[in-house]
């Protein structure tokens, strides 16, 4: 079991900056990967950004140069600095790990933390 609390959310102005954190109820060491997913209203789930196997990041290419995924192995935590922000980047902005268990993996999901860009 992992239990992730995602935080750092809020209203900004376009062109401000934002830094999310989430937190993992274990070492993230233990956790295969770990990533930020956002939904927008009316829309799907989308990944923003995210470590995969060997740490890699990878970002979607609407926030490459703009957002900055990093983590914190001694307080298990994962960060999305955002900066230049968009009013398309206003959503519900999830934290999300991925623990491989057996033949699969399990997939995990924070509570959200709302975004907001007024333009």
């Known amino acids: 079991q992992v239990q992730l609390v995602e935080s750092g959310g809020g209203l900004v102005q376009a062109g401000g900056s934002l830094r999310l954190s989430c937190a993992a109820s274990?070492?993230?060491?233990?956790?295969?990967?770990m990533g930020w997913y956002r939904q927008a209203p009316g829309k799907q789930r989308e990944l923003v950004a995210s470590?995969?196997?060997?740490?890699?990041?990878n970002y979607a290419d609407s926030v490459k140069g703009r957002f900055t995924i990093s983590r914190d192995n001694a307080k298990n935590s994962v960060y999305l600095q955002m900066n230049s922000l968009k009013p398309e980047d206003t959503a519900v902005y999830y934290c999300?790990?991925?623990?491989?268990?057996?033949?699969?993996?399990?997939?995990?999901w924070g509570q959200g933390t709302q975004v907001t860009v007024s333009s």
């Open positions: 470590f995969g196997s060997g740490g890699i990041t």
């Open positions: 999300n790990a991925g623990v491989v268990q057996g033949l699969g993996v399990h997939t995990y």
């Open positions: 274990r070492s993230i060491f233990s956790i295969n990967t």
